[in-house]
């Protein structure tokens, strides 16, 4: 149970908080705690490919924290007053340049909780009109589109190694709508 909270950062893209807490056992800390306003990502399922094995959209980011480019899939941080849902239909438009006509809400995930609040609505996408990208100065990015089954073994390999968009993809892969 949290008792009390300090902000020791605010930031652009999150906040650090001191949050004093009551631990199970009757104890009480401190922990240091990333909050961040959550995110949605979204498998671009194409029309090509078949029901069982679809072609999937995926780009190719350049991402600091992993010293170079990696394989995700669409997804951003959720704007003030936007819900899940929206953010999902935004960042699919500006990284990938689609307007999906479905979305199906695949899940919710916590990206690490052992130090941040983050929750990340994951989605999928199909039946797509053009619409216009708008990539943010910091976004350096390729699409790419691939089998499900190759993108399947890019996980097994360790090619594609975002959490998120393993996640969204293995779960995509077992439990999501395929027609």
Do not use: N
């Amino acid at each position: 149970m949290k008792l009390g909270t300090r902000r020791a950062y605010a930031g652009r893209v999150l906040d650090l908080d001191i949050d004093t807490v009551r631990f199970p056992d009757g104890s009480t800390g401190e922990l240091e705690m990333i909050r961040h306003p959550g995110a949605s990502a979204v498998v671009p399922v194409m029309d090509s490919g078949t029901a069982a094995d679809p072609d999937i959209l995926l780009i190719r980011q350049f991402r600091h924290a992993a010293d170079g480019p990696i394989w995700e899939i669409p997804a951003g941080r959720i704007d003030p007053g936007e819900t899940p849902e929206e953010c999902a239909r935004r960042e699919l438009e500006e990284e990938a340049g689609l307007i999906a006509r479905r979305l199906e809400r695949l899940t919710t995930i916590f990206t690490t909780p052992g130090f941040t609040d983050e929750r990340i609505h994951l989605y999928s996408a199909r039946d797509f009109e053009a619409g216009r990208p708008r990539r943010e100065q910091d976004e350096f990015m390729e699409t790419r589109t691939l089998r499900l089954s190759r993108i399947l073994e890019m996980i097994a390999t360790g090619e594609v190694s975002d959490g998120k968009t393993m996640t969204a993809l293995l779960f995509f892969s077992r439990f999501g709508t395929l027609v």
